[in-house]
């Protein structure tokens, strides 16, 4: 099984291309839907507890969609050149799989959407990409970034299928660049 994680704060893009890449026995879940907490830097995870955070939200179910997939498959528009807020709490409250060994060999893609087109989105998604590059040294994944799409410009950018003239090919390449 593999994990999607839309990162966005709706249900366009991100959530699109995620559900249309994702097989059936797979999980998605949408982070709009979500109730998750800020990481209080209380350290109980790093003392105590080895695979979940002492708070008890839905963050419990992203931690069991870790352990139990294969691959984790992210994807976030660009917000202020960076991924989103509920993205990045997320990642903060892996705290206790990174002091752990949890997300050892694990495989994380990211998939990034901007408004921009792919050409102008590329020097936000080298920071992202860095960012991630980063993080996936201490808390020990594997880190491949697939591609940052454009959504094309504000007025249209809730759907990206109209952007891509041929989107189901799109779709072909991300599977394949997923399935590596």
Excluded: W
């Excluded at 992210?74 to 202020?80: E, K, L, Q, T, V």
């Amino acid at each position: 099984m593999n994990l999607y994680i839309n990162g966005s704060n709706r249900k366009k893009n991100c959530y699109r291309i995620l559900n249309d890449i994702k097989e059936k026995e797979d999980k998605l879940i949408s982070l709009s839907d979500t109730k998750i907490n800020f990481c209080r830097g209380c350290c109980s995870c790093i003392k105590e507890l080895d695979t979940h955070c002492i708070m008890q939200d839905d963050m419990q179910e992203i931690y069991k969609g870790i352990i139990d997939s294969d691959k984790i498959i992210i994807a976030s528009p660009i917000y202020m050149n960076h991924i989103t807020g509920i993205l990045k709490n997320v990642i903060d409250r892996l705290n206790p799989f990174s002091n752990h060994g949890n997300l050892k060999d694990k495989k994380i893609y990211l998939i990034l959407i901007g408004q921009m087109n792919e050409e102008d989105n590329e020097e936000v998604a080298s920071l992202v990409k860095r960012f991630f590059e980063s993080i996936s040294e201490f808390m020990e994944f594997e880190f491949h970034f697939v591609k940052c799409l454009s959504s094309g410009d504000i007025e249209s950018c809730d759907d990206i299928t109209e952007t891509y003239e041929d989107y189901a090919n799109l779709v072909k390449e991300i599977k394949k660049e997923i399935s590596k």
